[in-house]
Structure formats: C-alpha cells, structure tokens
C-alpha cells in the first residue's frame, strides 16, 4: 500500500544564529519514516519539543526537510501542496477579516470567481454550524469559535488531507472535547486523511485511526500504534486503558502527558 | 460621565490660557502694541476673515497635496520594505540617515533648486511627512503575526493578494499613526516654509504682520495653525476609528 502522505527518512537540523553560548544546531528530527494512508486519521503523538510540530510544517510545505524526502499525493513536495490544508494552534485569523471572508481566503487565493466562493463558503459554514457568525470578526468570537472558523476556511477547498497542528491545544476543556466530537463527525463525512498533532494521549486515544509516537531530541519516531476500538471511545473502559498505557510507555519515563 | 462631557474637559486648559492672557493684558505686562487682548484678536478675525481664511486656504491646500504624495510613495514602499529583507537592508541605513536631516534645513536648497513658491514648499512638506510616514509602515508590517503569513503561504496566496489582503490591513494601525505624525510635521513645515520660501499662506501671513506690527494678526494667525492642527488629527483619528473597526476590543480606546 503506498501511502497518501509518505515520509521517507526525513530530518530536520535549525541552524540557529549561535547567540549567547549556544552552538545554534538543533537536531529536532531524525530518520523519520512513515506512511499515512488515504482517509485515515493519524494522530503525532509527544512531548513538547519532540518535533511533531515541525514534521507537520513540513508535511504542510512551509518548511523543507534538511535530510529524505516528503510525498503527499504521489508528488514530492515542494512547497506547500493544493491537497492538503492547515489548521494552526492559534488558529490564524485575520483580525480585519470576517469570518465569510476568512473563510473564502483559500478559494481566494486560488482564483476562484466570487459566486462560487460565496457558494463554497456558505456549504462549508453549514456545515461547521457557522452560518450565523458569517458576518463576524474574530474579536467577536470565543475561542472555540474561532479555531472552528480555521478548521471552516481549510475545509473550502476541500483538500484531500487536513494537517492539524494542536488544534485544541489552548482551549478549555469542554470546548475541547465538542471540537473532538465535532471533528469526527465531519471527518466521516468528508472522508478526509487528517493528521493531528497532539501532546495528550486522551485526545490521540479519542481521534485516532493510528498514533505515532515521537520521543525527543532528537525527534524520531518510537512507536506506531494502531487503536482498533470503535468510535466514540471512552476512557473509562479497560481496552482504552490497555493502549493508554502502552502508549505511556513508548513516550518514555519522563513523567506522564495527560 | 457621559462620553461628551467627557470629551469637552479637553476646553479646559485652552480657557485657562485665554484666562491667563487675558490677565497678563490687563496688568500691562508688554504694551497693548505687543501684546493684543484676546477680544482684539477676535476683532481681528471679522476684520481680516478673507485674507486669514485665504491663507489657511493655501497652507492647508500645500499640506495635503505634499502629504497626499508622501503617501503615495512611503505607503507602498513601506510595505514592500517591510515585506523583503534584501529591500530592508538595501534601504535601512539611508532612512535612517535622512529622516534625521530636518526638513527646514532644506529650505535654503529647496529655493535654490524650485524658486520661490508652492512647489518648494510642497517638497519639503513631502520630504517632512516621507520618513514618518515610510517608517510606520516598516513597523506596521514587522509586527505582523507569524501564523497568519502561513496561513497565506499554505493556501498558496500569490504576493500580491499577500500584501494586500494581509500585509497592508495588518499594517494599517501604524499606517495612521504613521499618517497622523505626517500631517503634524507637514503643518510644521508648511508654516515655516511659507515664512522664508513662499509669499502666501498662514506663516507669509504671520511675518508680514509682524514685519506691518499688527501684533493681532500674529496672535489670529496662530490661533488658526492651532485650530487646524487640532482639527486635522482629529480627522485622521475618526478615519482610523472607521477604517480599523475590526480592531476593537483589541487594543484600549485611548488614540
């Protein structure tokens, strides 16, 4: 089976400016393998600094590998690619934007006429229960409402894969877990491949298809976890609990993210 | 309080002052020839209204062809300056280096290569509201958020949608600050210039008062350069107000 998006040693060394003492070569992944099949849902598991977040960058085209090479459908990348869309921890609105607009901004910028935007638009924000913010700026929005605007303007294009780096990493709980919900049932709607980068094993536990587990510093890929439960999974039953703490231990002993 | 009320308090300290004057005239502090009281500046006002409003005419009309040109140019240049490293570098030192040279110490150039009339005045007001404006602008575009220049660079945005659907409206806040100093240093300017450089406006008008001893016209004139000052920045705040609306909750209130 080849894979939809495919990392093949893939490594990523910052040559940072050595300022105060420091070296500035920041090995922050190495030899990074894997493959991420159509439609499925893969969450990249870690700690902070494990270099999840730059592998997703990369997969996304807005940085380049410094060692192998990234496919995503079928292309090696070069540059960001127009299967796939990102969604950023602090979501990236545009403050002067509203969220009709923001939402039309990938079409936008894909030279797609106003009409058709619009209409494109208007599906997506249905389909994200947004229709009555369309008119919004983000400064009128709670949290949660924003990042789904995000998650609304990557779907428009409707891309083959959606790249989520943190998505829900700065929201409070509850909104957190309707955002969850709320992923999953478009995501079988849609049947879009989803990569989702997260630091909780609850929240890879709940999301994913398959949890690839990262360890630091370097950042390389310790484990490949399948999670074969149905959906919608619950913390309280032994089975989730069994690959809970197989993924604890992959991630190593330095203490436990929740 | 409510907001009017509120605002009115700003009256206050420009009352004390005529109240001061008005002391000052009464104790004969300078002869009534140097120093005019307030009712004979008013008096001033009705006999000489066309002449003054003549004159501001020509200041005003001076301040927003240079400034509107200043802004032609620094606006875009500031963007594309703020947006380009290499642009940055290339420019950054030269900037720097002109914007500290004062604009009235080109006058004397400024009459030898244009003469005498609008158009030195108008480059020096140009060349006065250039450096703040183009700085701004840098500035404005600098203190973009990161996120959003991936947002635009994943959806694989061409530079020109770039710079204006993101760079320019992230920019627009500094822009009008940026906008505001411009109108202020270019009013400064323009009267300065129009003492030495041009035999209209409102500072032609003050030194041929003082050069006549209608010390009255003097305090007018003055009186005038303050208004419209006063008047312009308003303007510009109440633009900023309409044209960054998004910005509310965002920042305090305080202009």
Redesign the interface.
């Known amino acids: 089976m080849s894979g939809f998006i495919e990392c093949i040693g893939v490594g990523k060394t910052f040559e940072g400016k050595g300022g105060e003492g420091k070296t500035g070569r920041v090995e922050a992944l190495r030899g990074i393998n894997m493959r991420c099949a159509e439609g499925e849902f893969v969450c990249l598991l870690g700690r902070s600094g494990c270099g999840k977040s730059t592998l997703l960058q990369m997969i996304?085209?807005?940085e380049r590998p410094t060692a192998g090479q990234i496919v995503v459908a079928g292309r090696e990348l070069d540059?960001?690619s127009?299967s796939?869309?990102?969604v950023?921890q602090?979501?990236?609105l545009?403050?002067?934007?509203t969220v009709r607009a923001y939402v039309e901004?990938?079409l936008?910028?894909?030279g797609v006429a106003r009409v058709a935007r619009r209409t494109r638009a208007e599906e997506t924000l249905t389909m994200t229960s947004l229709s009555e913010f369309a008119g919004r700026?983000?400064?009128?929005l709670s949290g949660g409402m924003r990042q789904r605007v995000g998650i609304a303007?990557a779907l428009t294009t409707r891309p083959q894969a959606l790249l989520m780096d943190e998505p829900f990493g700065a929201l409070d709980a509850q909104t957190r877990g309707h955002l969850q919900s709320e992923l999953l049932s478009i995501w079988a709607v849609q049947r879009t491949t989803v990569l989702f980068v997260t630091h909780s094993i609850d929240e890879a536990m709940f999301l994913a298809d398959r949890i690839l587990v990262f360890t630091p510093r370097p950042g390389r890929l310790a484990a490949d976890v399948t999670v074969a439960l149905p959906r919608p999974r619950s913390p309280g039953t032994p089975a989730f609990a069994a690959v809970a703490d197989g993924l604890r231990a992959a991630l190593g002993s330095e203490g436990v993210a929740a | 309080m409510p907001r009017h009320a509120g605002r009115l308090l700003g009256l206050l300290p420009i009352l004390g002052l005529i109240g001061l004057w008005q002391i000052a005239v009464s104790a004969k502090l300078y002869p009534p020839v140097l120093l005019p009281s307030p009712a004979k500046v008013a008096g001033a006002f009705l006999q000489w209204g066309p002449m003054i409003s003549a004159n501001a005419g020509a200041s005003v009309l001076r301040v927003l062809i240079g400034v509107s040109l200043a802004f032609a140019v620094a606006v875009p240049a500031g963007l594309l300056i703020g947006r380009y490293r290499g642009l940055d570098r290339l420019t950054d030192w030269s900037i720097q280096a002109f914007r500290s040279v004062p604009p009235i110490s080109l006058i004397p150039l400024a009459m030898l290569f244009f003469g005498i009339g609008d158009t030195p005045a108008i480059v020096l007001i140009f060349v006065s509201a250039l450096w703040p404006l183009l700085l701004n602008t840098i500035f404005g575009v600098g203190g973009i958020?990161r996120?959003?220049l991936?947002?635009?660079?994943?959806?694989?945005?061409?530079e020109l949608?770039i710079l204006r659907?993101?760079i320019l409206?992230?920019a627009?806040p500094s822009i009008f600050t940026g906008l505001r100093l411009a109108i202020g240093g270019g009013w400064l300017t323009v009267v300065t210039a129009e003492m030495i450089a041009v035999k209209s406006g409102l500072g032609y008008m003050i030194l041929n008062a003082q050069m006549t001893f209608r010390t009255e016209l003097i305090f007018a004139g003055i009186v005038v350069i303050g208004a419209i000052g006063l008047l312009a920045d308003q303007s510009v705040r109440q633009l900023r107000a309409r044209a960054?609306?998004?910005?509310?909750?965002?920042t305090s209130s305080h202009g």
Not at chain 1, 137 to 140: A, D, G, I, T
Not at chain 2, 150 to 158: G, H, M, N, T
């Open positions: 996304a085209g807005l540059g960001p127009p796939t869309s990102i950023f602090d979501h990236g545009f403050p002067w934007m901004f990938n936008k910028a894909r700026y983000p400064h009128e303007r | 958020e996120t959003l991936k947002v635009a660079a994943s959806a694989r945005a061409s949608l659907d993101i409206p992230a627009l960054c609306r998004w910005q509310d909750g965002l």
